[in-house]
């Protein structure tokens, strides 16, 4: 499916969404056409003072409090934090609904989703008695991951999906180490679930995130791979799996797992190759090797990403 019709089959479930009608569209566009367009720097001017504005509101809630922290009782030491990020996250709901603050939404959310995990850390710390800590982080999580998750299925907001996966993420790694699982296992796990996530995300409207994901879950799954087969007979077999993930990424269309697996297929004969790479023979071979595979990748892109 090309990209026009991607946009136009988009523009289909909005409409049976939101059950508007042909004038209603035909409306908007008339609109759209007769206003003057909106200076693009201003756009970017009113982006980058909003993100300045969140740093700055989390620089100094951070600087109040670790001036004040000494003082605080228990009480006051989960309200400033958070009741704090849940007040921040309350506002940022409020201005979903207020084009006048559009700009100010993410940011907000941001530093709410710093804030809250925080006090919900500070409170187990100040009043729950005896467990491991694993269980205290992974109850936080589990919080965090619904609490942004819900709203995502609310709201629609990039941002709150971006949360949820790093939670959920977060979340599942905490589980597995309570369950003492092996962390080769876990991070493949983890890279197999993250990677058919951002597949997915990928064909939405919130597909500015995929690349991240993407890249989380290759180097999750590479490094898990690598770690189960490190020191192993078939200890070569990584250089077929880092070389199907080259051939993934140019099915997906990802120059992210394009470049992931350029990087793991170079470290990896390095690793492999390292008592052949300390003389000048060795590291002129690995200076071809990098050369060649960047032609490559870049004849993969070329070829099959662009399109």
């Known amino acids: 499916m090309s990209a026009r019709d991607e946009a136009l089959r988009t523009i289909a479930e909005l409409v049976r969404r939101h059950q508007l009608s042909d004038h209603d569209v035909l409306a908007a566009l008339d609109r759209e056409r ?31 409090i670790g001036l004040q922290w000494g003082s605080f009782s ?18 940022a709901l409020a201005t979903l ?16 989703a710093l804030l809250q995990p925080t006090g919900i ?10 467990g491991a800590p694993e269980h205290g982080l992974l109850f936080m999580c589990a919080v965090m991951f619904a609490q942004q998750f819900l709203t995502f299925l ?5 941002a709150l999906l971006f949360m949820s996966l790093f939670f959920g993420a977060a979340g599942f790694g905490t589980l597995c180490h309570i369950l003492d699982l092996d962390f080769g296992i876990t991070a493949l796990a983890l890279g197999i679930a993250l990677t058919s996530t951002a597949y997915v995300v990928e064909k939405t409207p919130h597909s500015a995130i995929s690349a991240f994901w993407y890249f989380a879950g290759s180097v999750f799954f590479l490094y898990g791979t690598f770690d189960l087969l490190r020191n192993s007979p078939v200890e070569i077999l990584f250089f077929g799996v880092a070389a199907g993930f080259m051939y993934l990424g140019a099915v997906v269309h990802s120059r992210t797992l394009l470049l992931v697996s ?17 003389n ?19 004849k993969l892109s070329r070829s099959y990403v662009r399109q």
């Open 34 to 64: 007769h206003e003057p367009p909106a200076p693009r720097a201003s756009g970017i001017l009113a982006s980058v003072l909003a993100y300045l504005g969140g740093i700055f509101v989390l620089a100094g809630i951070a600087l109040f």
């Open 74 to 91: 228990s009480g006051a030491r989960v309200l400033v934090t958070l009741g704090t990020g849940f007040a921040i996250y309350l506002f």
């Open 97 to 112: 609904s207020d084009q006048r603050f559009a700009r100010v939404t993410t940011p907000m959310l941001l530093v709410a």
């Open 121 to 130: 850390v500070v409170l187990l710390n100040e009043y729950a008695r005896g």
């Open 154 to 158: 609310a709201r629609r907001r990039t």
């Open 262 to 278: 350029v990087l793991a297929l170079t470290s990896f004969t390095g690793y492999f190759f390292r008592e052949s790479l300390v």
């Open 280 to 298: 000048a023979f060795g590291l002129i071979f690995l200076g071809f090797l990098l050369i060649g595979l960047s032609a490559f990748a870049m």
